[in-house]
Every structure is written in structure tokens, then in C-alpha cells.
């Protein structure tokens, strides 16, 4: 009984009081707007009722969220069901470690390298949090924990069912860490671990197909214009070749992330103006790309590339292990893999962590899965490096969260001024809440008003089919030019609180096609206050024109 007390003080009490003490000290910041978005539609804030289906991301899960959100408003179950599984993917990682080492290094030692791992290489999934992050460690944490056990039902069902959590959270995210893990799974258990393999294979190509083959059409034409939109601002693929004016506005709006008006942003707006030139990719584009991967790397996670470093050193001094070319191949693959994201797609925090966590795990596996003698030098070494790392790097998170709470502080700010410029209103028309959203904590929620509707015009989610319901649900009408125009007649009931670079965009989309019959709508502003930035939201009135 004692003899399991230390496994279970590794695997589950020290992986929650850690989480805790972080959270405790240095708070939880998203990452992103993106977590506070979905945290908006399902619970109906910014939508006519909770959204179950979110087409791109909680596939299944999103339903469950929105039932308990209806069914008890006050409690924050976003953030408990994805910090449970940051638990969950902890304690998965921890237990790998655990055995790796128990019984062959002194229990204290294991103790301070875990506590040291956390502190340098997976504190910023708690304190800079997003989705992506969950799903990426669920999935490569739980397949490593069943492939450390491949003769246990349990374990096998086990690391299965993270990794198919992980899925339904984010498919994209939870195949690269199969990728990533590939060579740790073979290391553990070797052709034993074909079966967990196979079966993850199965689930990623099986789901994958029952997703394709059951979305509405609907729903087909918004991932697909997402896919289109994130290839053209986040990935820079696109080469754009606008021939009119009509197409030079849809871009515009694209790129500002206005993706609402389905009849200037859609797939043939990109067939027509949006190419990729792999030549002009690759002379003007991809340097640049890679250049920022590589610094980018180094400079925020150099504890992992630290320990990565060390454990490849260590085996180069050892020949028993010098010879065996599989690790070699594998720190090839790693770096293809990460230094491939990062040119040809994109590699942001919540993924470049992650994967490097995945990375060292898969490293510690080669190194000290054997019995060697020198095991305990390894590990020596192991804490050797991560103690030096932590220095520097504590000094980087506190700076991190000094920045973090300023932007919460900010973006608590925005939302205040939005409610005291609109107020009273039935409806709000603003650009605000993308850019508030970000550092907001995964435990509160931004109060927007009560009994208010938000039409928000910039954002991913502004095709998400909820939001041409919102429209319909508002003004009679799904198209957004058309709503638009809608709202700017309820002037009493309708308060426009945005930024003039996407007020100058809506009033081309409120001035295109128009009818003689129809009055064209435009958005003055107000004047700021003294001292105010010139991109600084303010409130606009829309009035009356003449059609010319």
C-alpha cells in the first residue's frame, strides 16, 4: 500500500496542486479571442439561442455545453470541462514520466523533475489558455499512457478515449499529435503498439468520413470558406489578384475578418482573386515564415529546445545507444514537423508548446526506458538543466503576466465603454468584442448587458450559420447588407459601437447595390474626445442619403 503512495502523489495530487498553485499565483488568461467566442454562442449571447453545433471545433461536445449552460447559467462550464482535461492530460504525461523512472532514481528526484517540468515547459497551458492546447496534450499524453501499457484493456481504452476527446475538440490538432508521438509509441512498446495505432488511425478516418458525409450544406460552405479565409490571413498562402472593385471590397472585408456578407465573401471570391504560386511562395513568403519559426522557437521555449539538446546529447556520448538511428530519424521528423507548420501553415503558442511537450516526453522515453546504470546521472542532468532554464524563463512568465493583466485590464475596459456609450439599446452593432475577448480569464464572464442582442461584423465565427439566424432573427433578413441596412432604420433601437476602419467598411457594404427605390445608409461618427486615439471605438449614427 505504501509503495503506492508516491505513484499516486505523482499521478494525480501533484498534478491538481500545481494547476491550482499556478492558477492561484499567476492567474489564467486565454490566449485568443477564440475560447471566449465559443464560450459567447453557446451559451446564446451572441446568437438567437445556445449553439450545439459549432461545425468547426467540439464536434458533439458543444451540444453538452449548451445543454448545461441553459440548464445552470451561472456555472462556468467551458472552463471546467477544459481544465479537467488539462488535468486529465497532466496526470496522463506525469504517469509516463512516473514509471519511467520509479524504482530505478531516488522518489525525490522524481518529484523535483516533475515539479521542474511543469514549471518550465507546461505552466503556460494553464496560464495562457486555449483549446488547441487541451487537445494537442490530451491526445499525443493519452496515446504515450497506453502505449507504456500495451498488455492493460484499461490503459488501452484509456489513452484511446483522450485521444478521441481530443478529436471531437479539435481533429486537426489531435492527428499532428499523433504524428508527433509516432516515434515515443514505438519506443515504448514497439510493433505492440500497431494495434493502439491502428485504432487511432481508424477513429481519425471513420469520424472523419461520418463528419464529412453528415454536415449539412450549411455547414460544408462555412468550413470550407473558413479553411479559405485562415489560408489567406494566418497562413499568407494566397497571392491575390483583385479585378474589380467588388472583389478588392470582398478581400478587404476578408482580411479585416468581416466574413458575414455571403454575396461578396465566398469561395468564388477566392477562386477568382486568391492563388497560390508555389514559386512566389516560396522566393517571398517562406523565408520570411521560417525565419520567424526558428527565432520565434528559440526565444519563447528554450527550456524545451534546452532538453531536447541535453538528451541528444546524451545519447551521442553513449555508444549503446549512438547507434541505434531511429532517434536521429526522429529528431529529423520533429524538426520537419514543426519547422513544416511553421513555413507552410502556422505554428502559434497553443501549438508550439504543446508539441515540443510531446517531443521531450517521446526523447525522455528513448533515453531512459532502458536499465541503465547511468540512469541516475541522466536524470541529474535532466535537472541540472531545467533548474538553469527556470531562472530566465520565470523572469519571461512574470513578464507575461504583468502583460496579460494589462490587456484583461484593457479589454474589461472596452466592454465597460461599450455599455455606457449603448445603453439602452436592443441591439448592438460592434467590432469590440474580438479584440476584448483576448487575456478575459476562463473563470469570469465579461458582462455585456442583459436583454441586449450582439451582432458582431468581424470575427471567424461571423459565417457561422448561428449568425445568419441572428440576422434573420433581427431584421427578417440572413443577408448582411441587407440587415444591415435594416438596423440602421431602428435608429432608436440600434446602437453602431466601431472602429472607423470597419465603419468605413460597412458603409461600402451599406452603399453597394442599392436600389433607387432604397435609401442609402451611411454611419457618421460622432466626434471623440479630446486626446482620443483616431482608431479608438466610438459610436456611430447612421443616416439618411440620397441614391446617386
Known amino acids: 500500500m505504501f509503495a503506492r503512495w508516491p505513484r499516486f502523489v505523482h499521478c494525480l495530487v501533484l498534478p491538481a496542486g500545481l494547476l491550482l498553485a499556478s492558477g492561484w499565483g499567476l492567474g489564467s488568461y486565454f490566449e485568443t479571442s477564440d475560447d471566449l467566442a465559443i464560450i459567447q454562442l453557446v451559451r446564446g449571447i451572441t446568437?438567437?439561442?445556445?449553439?450545439?453545433?459549432?461545425?468547426?471545433?467540439?464536434?458533439?461536445?458543444?451540444?453538452?455545453?449548451?445543454?448545461?449552460?441553459?440548464q445552470w447559467p451561472a456555472v462556468p462550464w467551458y472552463a471546467t470541462l477544459l481544465f479537467g482535461l488539462l488535468y486529465a492530460a497532466t496526470a496522463l504525461a506525469f504517469s509516463v514520466i512516473d514509471k519511467l523512472l520509479r524504482g530505478r532514481v531516488p522518489t525525490w528526484q522524481i518529484t523535483l523533475l516533475l515539479v521542474l517540468i511543469y514549471g518550465t515547459l507546461w505552466l503556460e497551458h494553464a496560464m495562457w489558455f486555449h483549446f488547441g492546447r487541451v487537445a494537442v496534450l490530451l491526445a499525443g499524453s493519452g496515446l504515450l499512457f497506453a502505449a507504456q501499457r500495451p498488455m492493460q484493456r484499461w490503459a488501452q481504452g484509456l489513452g484511446l478515449a483522450a485521444?478521441?476527446?481530443?478529436?471531437?475538440?479539435?481533429?486537426?490538432?489531435?492527428?499532428?499529435?499523433?504524428?508527433?508521438?509516432?516515434?515515443?509509441?514505438?519506443?515504448?512498446?514497439?510493433?505492440?503498439?500497431?494495434?493502439?495505432?491502428?485504432?487511432?488511425?481508424?477513429?481519425?478516418?471513420?469520424?472523419?468520413?461520418?463528419?464529412?458525409?453528415?454536415?449539412?450544406?450549411?455547414?460544408?460552405?462555412?468550413?470550407q470558406l473558413h479553411q479559405q479565409a485562415t489560408?489567406?490571413?494566418?497562413?499568407?498562402?494566397?497571392?491575390?489578384?483583385?479585378?474589380?472593385?467588388?472583389?478588392?471590397?470582398?478581400?478587404?472585408?476578408?482580411?479585416?475578418?468581416?466574413?458575414?456578407?455571403?454575396?461578396?465573401?465566398?469561395?468564388?471570391?477566392?477562386?477568382?482573386?486568391?492563388?497560390?504560386?508555389?514559386?512566389?511562395?516560396?522566393q517571398h513568403i517562406a523565408p520570411a515564415k521560417l525565419q520567424a519559426t526558428v527565432f520565434g522557437l528559440i526565444r519563447e521555449y528554450f527550456p524545451a529546445l534546452l532538453v531536447l539538446a541535453t538528451l541528444a546529447a546524451w545519447v551521442l556520448a553513449h555508444t549503446d545507444m549512438r547507434g541505434r538511428p531511429g532517434f536521429w530519424l526522429a529528431l529529423l521528423a520533429w524538426a520537419g514537423l514543426l519547422l513544416g507548420l511553421g513555413t507552410l501553415l502556422r505554428l502559434p503558442p497553443h501549438l508550439a508548446l504543446p508539441l515540443l511537450d510531446l517531443l521531450v516526453l517521446s526523447a525522455m522515453v528513448f533515453v531512459l526506458r532502458d536499465e541503465m546504470e547511468s540512469e541516475r546521472r541522466a536524470v541529474r542532468a535532466l535537472l541540472l538543466v531545467l533548474g538553469i532554464a527556470a531562472l530566465p524563463f520565470t523572469v519571461k512568465t512574470l513578464r507575461r503576466q504583468q502583460q496579460l493583466r494589462?490587456?484583461?485590464h484593457r479589454g474589461l475596459q472596452q466592454l465597460r465603454q461599450m455599455r455606457r456609450h449603448t445603453y439602452p439599446a436592443a441591439v448592438v452593432v460592434t467590432d469590440v468584442l474580438d479584440e476584448a475577448y483576448k487575456s478575459q480569464s476562463p473563470w469570469g464572464r465579461p458582462r455585456l448587458g442583459a436583454g441586449v442582442g450582439f451582432l458582431s461584423v468581424t470575427g471567424w465565427y461571423t459565417a457561422d450559420p448561428s449568425q445568419a439566424q441572428l440576422r434573420k432573427h433581427l431584421t427578417?433578413?440572413?443577408?448582411?447588407?441587407?440587415?444591415?441596412?435594416?438596423?440602421?432604420?431602428?435608429?432608436?433601437?440600434?446602437?453602431?459601437?466601431?472602429?472607423?476602419?470597419?465603419?468605413?467598411?460597412?458603409?461600402?457594404?451599406?452603399?453597394?447595390?442599392?436600389?433607387?427605390?432604397?435609401?442609402n445608409w451611411q454611419l457618421t461618427a460622432r466626434e471623440r474626445a479630446p486626446g482620443g486615439s483616431s482608431t479608438a471605438p466610438r459610436l456611430y449614427f447612421p443616416t439618411a442619403q440620397p441614391v446617386k
Request: aromatic share 10%.
Open 47 to 70: 446568437a438567437v439561442a445556445p449553439v450545439s453545433n459549432l461545425h468547426l471545433y467540439f464536434h458533439g461536445l458543444a451540444a453538452v455545453l449548451a445543454l448545461l449552460c441553459q
Open 476 to 519: 427578417g433578413t440572413p443577408d448582411m447588407a441587407a440587415a444591415l441596412r435594416q438596423l440602421a432604420r431602428r435608429r432608436a433601437a440600434v446602437k453602431w459601437y466601431l472602429t472607423p476602419a470597419t465603419a468605413r467598411l460597412l458603409n461600402q457594404q451599406l452603399a453597394r447595390s442599392v436600389q433607387p427605390t432604397q435609401q
Open 406 to 408: 494589462t490587456e484583461q
Open 163 to 223: 485521444f478521441g476527446v481530443a478529436w471531437l475538440i479539435w481533429p486537426g490538432a489531435a492527428d499532428v499529435a499523433l504524428l508527433a508521438v509516432l516515434p515515443g509509441l514505438w519506443w515504448l512498446s514497439g510493433r505492440r503498439a500497431a494495434p493502439l495505432v491502428g485504432a487511432a488511425i481508424a477513429w481519425v478516418v471513420v469520424a472523419g468520413l461520418a463528419l464529412h458525409l453528415l454536415r449539412p450544406a450549411s455547414s460544408q460552405a462555412y468550413s
Open 231 to 282: 489560408a489567406l490571413n494566418d497562413y499568407g498562402l494566397y497571392r491575390l489578384a483583385p479585378a474589380t472593385t467588388t472583389d478588392t471590397l470582398g478581400l478587404r472585408l476578408a482580411v479585416s475578418g468581416m466574413l458575414g456578407d455571403s454575396t461578396l465573401v465566398n469561395e468564388a471570391l477566392f477562386r477568382r482573386t486568391a492563388r497560390f504560386e508555389p514559386s512566389y511562395f516560396r
